[in-house]
């Protein structure tokens, strides 16, 4: 008897498969070693396309809840844990407040690159899983055929062949950009910058998700901005009536976020609320900052569109890097700046006049060989089982009723753990036992959070990121009895 599967809110029908999937894993039906229904089964039984199924087995494969035996087909992992419970959709106030995270941040950022200390907290890849000696080749080889170039000034936009690239990948995104569209920058954080400069002034309000990303706030901490948190759903993004209702008021002069992937929660927001989202902007012509860093790190195809794909309006500015992907040492980031294309570049000129030239050149033949595609599918692999395996060491540490997320994309989870346990406390816990993580109030402009933390999950596994989660699970049990 053939059933009929419902789709999910984003349309994506392979999730609904594979959210069937699990329910029977979920429901013990399928047993852990046992075999899961075949790919022609399934096709019959639901409905669907080969292809859908085959996808939805690789969102289950990615996510740990089964694994592929060559030539016999699908099992359920015997290594499943307790199910932990998203996080409920966060309650921020509904007045916009001003920054001071850069403290509780600039000592997170100065652990980095401690060798004494497991890097779980600043969202950083571990150099094991960068393409390190690959572009250490591209450097050698291209310093002596660009000599010129590699050593004097490439001036805004950037290097044309890199932005040619940019371009191109914009394609998969859903984005039509020329090559003029794309400006190159120090990294993310200052197309950010660069964009925020542009369309606000000191003391202006700009909505965020809650919680955000603390790089954001430190932006807006050090441009004089006030942060508007606004509620956020761990699966679907920001809460789009709650940023039309803020928006109606007039004080909202630009939205930062991130659409697909968003740090900290992982959030990955409907089609149908982008289209809603660039809506908004529109009708209010509030422009939207969107920080699509983490876009082709889906952990199954297809790559989620940018917001920009959504917008016939020009009030999205689309933000990218190679950071999380390729090396954060390149520091190549770019922006799409649009109708604010002209402030940008005359801020970017005044701000640092150039980009080296070198990792410019890098870059973009990095991308024009080919070697990004093939590295990101397998990060998109790598980074789909590094969050099941973070989820099921978490359940069996953390005390009970210990919530987290379920991010599609990305490299970090969030966790919640009960009230009582001190985020704050824990971190300096932590850290005496050679463990970094990033406690929750530094995602906040208002300070909430308190029993919440983001982890890095850009690690290899290994028995010390076992054992630091484990740690970390028994020094919150700790807190929590000391609290009760």
């Known amino acids: 008897m053939k059933r009929t599967i419902v789709n999910t809110s984003n349309g994506r029908l392979y999730e609904a498969v594979a959210d069937h999937v699990a329910a029977l894993i979920d429901a013990g039906t399928l047993r852990p070693g046992e075999r899961t229904p075949s790919v022609r089964q399934l096709c019959r039984q639901l409905g669907v396309s080969t292809s859908t199924v085959m996808e939805a087995y690789r969102l289950l494969e ?7 035996r060559p030539q016999s087909g699908y099992f359920v992992r015997e290594s499943a844990a307790p199910v932990l419970s998203e996080p409920a959709p966060s309650t921020p106030g509904d007045r916009a407040q001003p920054v001071t995270v850069s403290s509780l941040a600039a000592s997170l950022a100065a652990r980095i690159g401690s060798a004494d200390v497991l890097q779980l907290g600043a969202a950083v890849p571990a150099p094991e899983l960068l393409p390190l000696q690959t572009l250490s080749r591209l450097y050698a080889r291209l310093a002596r055929e660009h000599r010129d170039t590699a050593h004097g000034y490439i001036p805004p936009p950037g290097y044309l062949p890199l932005r040619r690239q940019i371009a191109k990948r914009l394609i998969e995104a859903g984005c039509t950009r020329s090559p003029d569209d794309v400006l190159i920058t120090n990294g993310a954080t200052e197309a950010v910058q660069l964009c925020l400069r542009a369309v606000t002034t000191a003391g202006d309000t ?80 509030v422009p939207i900052i969107d920080d699509d860093i983490y876009g082709d790190l889906s952990y199954a195809p297809p790559r989620p569109a940018a917001l920009a794909a959504f917008d016939t309006h020009g009030w999205v500015v689309s933000v990218g890097s190679l950071s999380k992907i390729v090396s954060p040492g390149l520091r190549i980031g770019w922006c799409c700046p649009g109708r604010f294309a002209e402030q940008v570049l005359r801020l970017k000129l005044a701000a640092s006049h150039a980009n080296a030239g070198l990792p410019q050149i890098v870059a973009g033949t990095f991308l024009a060989e080919g070697r990004y595609e093939r590295h990101v599918r397998h990060l998109q692999r790598f980074y789909g089982e590094q969050a099941e395996r973070f989820r099921q060491a978490i359940a069996r540490a953390f005390p009970p009723a210990t919530r987290m997320t379920r991010p599609r994309g990305g490299h970090v989870v969030w966790v919640e753990m009960p009230i009582g346990v001190d985020s704050l406390k824990l971190y300096d816990e932590a850290l005496a036992s050679g463990i970094s993580i990033a406690p929750g109030p530094l995602f906040s402009a208002s300070g909430l959070y308190r029993n919440c933390l983001r982890l890095n999950t850009a690690v290899s596994w290994s028995p010390r990121v076992e054992e630091a989660i484990q740690t970390l699970g028994r020094l919150s049990r700790a807190t929590l009895d000391r609290a009760g």
């Open 62 to 68: 990615s996510r740990g809840r089964v694994r592929a």
């Open 206 to 285: 700009v909505a965020v998700e809650s919680p955000t990303f603390y790089g954001s706030l430190e932006t807006l901490e050090s441009l004089g901005l006030h942060a508007l948190e606004v509620p956020t759903n761990p699966r679907d993004g920001m809460n789009l009536d709650a940023l039309a209702a803020a928006m109606q008021g007039g004080t909202v002069k630009a939205v930062l976020l991130s659409t697909n992937f968003a740090n900290p929660l992982g959030t990955l927001m409907p089609e149908a609320s982008k289209r809603r989202l660039v809506e908004l902007a529109a009708a209010h012509q």
